[in-house]
Every structure is written in C-alpha cells, then in structure tokens.
C-alpha cells in the first residue's frame, strides 16, 4: 500500500476530505471561476444554476468516492456548456467507476438539455498484460483485472440520489462488446479508463460519432502509455481513419481535449 493510500485509510474521512478540497484549492478555485464568470451557450446555464452545479458536484464528492479532481469535472462541465445547442448528441461517459462523476455529468446534461450515455463493465478493468508504471506526477500505478470494480446497483444508486437518473442510460459490459452497437450521435465523451487498450477501443467506436464541433476528453493523460498511443501517427491513421490531432497539452496534463 503506498504512503498516500496509508494515510487515506487511518485519516477519518471528513479530514481527508477537506485536505483534498484545500490541497486542490488553487486549480479548483480557477477551474469554478472560469464556469462562474462567463454565461456558456447552452441556455439553461444561468448564473444560478451554475452556482448550485458548483454545490453540487463540491456534495457528491464528499459522499461518493470520485478519483477525479473537482478541476477535471469543472472544465468538461464548462466545455459541455459551451457547446452550440444544435450541436446534436448526448455526452457519453466511458468509465464510471462508484457512479461519481456520472452523477455529476448527469446534472451537466441537464443544464445542457442532453442525455448522457454511460459505460463501464460494473467489474473493474479487464484482464491486460499491460505494463503500467509511474504517472507524469511521479505516483506508481498498476491496474490489474478486477480494479476498480464497483457493482452497477451502487452507481445507478449515486445518480440517482445525487444526479438526474431520468437522462441517463446505462451500458453494462466490455467496451469492445458494448460500444459497436452504440450508433447515437455523441456532442461529448469523457473517458476515464486507464487501459490503453481501453482507451484505443473508446476512441475507435465513439470518434466517429462525435459531429464536427464536439469533443472528446481524456482524464488518462498523465499515464504515460496513454499519451504513447495518442501520440502515435499509425494508431490514428490506421485505426481511427485521419492524420492525429492536434491536442493541446499533451504530456503535461492529466486532462486532455481532442476537438473535432
Ligand atoms: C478510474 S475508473 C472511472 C472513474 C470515474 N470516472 C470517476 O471519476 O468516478 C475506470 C473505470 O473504467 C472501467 N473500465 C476500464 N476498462 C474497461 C473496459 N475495457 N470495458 C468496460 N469498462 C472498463 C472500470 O470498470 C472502471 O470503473
């Protein structure tokens, strides 16, 4: 167990808690200005109701397990926002994980006036050979079968209790068996899966339904075989059809934007 997981387990929750908010504190407090101090396109998203958004993703922090930064959610929040509402497509969220973030994206689809389409195998990561290692921020990471898992009931329950279940829909099941049949317009995705191989399936079947002027987010990209393969000219070529992107920021950010 490492010294920060240590910590995490003999500190009682409300303290590790609030060390997390203050530790995060100057990015987060950025990321929620930015979201507070312009009016975004989508016509729901008053000055109000992003403020409670605020509220609300602050509560489901503190009650679900999130292993995301408030930062990260805050700026898909604002990018979601910002999108053209003729801009057809739910947002899609790959990787869920305790239902956190779904939550969360569930509230900004709402402000947003679209459904959010979720996928996650509700049993951890699958079974990969992968060899992992440290982080761009120097922390070791090894994802084996079964990590992360979390039974579907217990985020259906999170979204429920703290999001909008109405607008969101649930896709049991390993990506490379539950996303070919996926054939919805996607204006948004959020992966968050840590597997290259995952990474490579979510990108190959969701690129191609996300419409000029929608984008896709990596939470992934402070691991460094995740920023190989969106680096690599012969995956995007190959696989996915067109010459790489461009991506802003990758190699220094965990959170990366590929626009399209
Ligand atoms: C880091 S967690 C997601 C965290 C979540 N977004 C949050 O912030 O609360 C990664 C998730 O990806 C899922 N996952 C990874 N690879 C997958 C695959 N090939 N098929 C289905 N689910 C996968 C795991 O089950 C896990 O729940």
């Not at 997390?20 to 990321?31: E, G, Q």
């Not at 992360?148 to 990506?175: L, Q």
Request: a positive charge.
């Amino acid at each position: 167990m490492s010294l920060r997981n240590a910590i995490k387990k003999r500190t009682p929750w409300p303290l590790h808690y609030l060390y997390l908010k203050l530790y995060y504190f100057p990015k987060d407090a950025v990321a929620a200005w930015r979201l507070l101090s312009r009016r975004p396109a989508a016509p729901d998203a008053s000055f109000a109701a992003r403020l409670r958004l605020i509220g609300a993703f602050y509560r489901i922090s503190y009650f679900v397990d999130c292993p995301h930064t408030e930062h990260e959610l805050l700026s898909i929040a604002q990018a979601i926002l910002d999108l053209p509402p003729e801009l057809p497509g739910s947002i899609v969220e790959a990787g869920a994980f305790r239902g956190g973030s779904t939550a969360k994206l569930s509230l900004v689809a709402r402000l947003a006036g679209r459904e959010l389409d979720v996928f996650d195998s509700f049993e951890g990561m699958p079974e990969n050979d992968e060899e992992h290692g440290k982080s761009i921020y120097g922390r070791e990471h090894r994802f084996r079968r079964g990590s992360h898992a979390a039974p579907i009931e217990n985020a259906r329950m999170n979204v429920a209790r703290y999001g909008d279940i109405s607008r969101t829909h649930f896709h049991k099941g390993w990506f490379s068996e539950t996303m070919p049949g996926f054939k919805k317009q996607v204006a948004a995705a959020c992966i968050n899966v840590d597997l290259v191989q995952s990474t490579r399936d979510c990108l190959k079947y969701l690129y191609p339904l996300v419409p000029k002027g929608g984008v896709i987010f990596s939470q992934d990209a402070h691991f460094p075989w995740v920023i190989s393969l969106l680096r690599d000219d012969a995956f995007w070529r190959n696989e996915i059809g067109i010459p790489r992107p461009e991506i802003p920021g990758l190699g220094a950010s965990k959170f990366v934007a590929i626009r399209k």
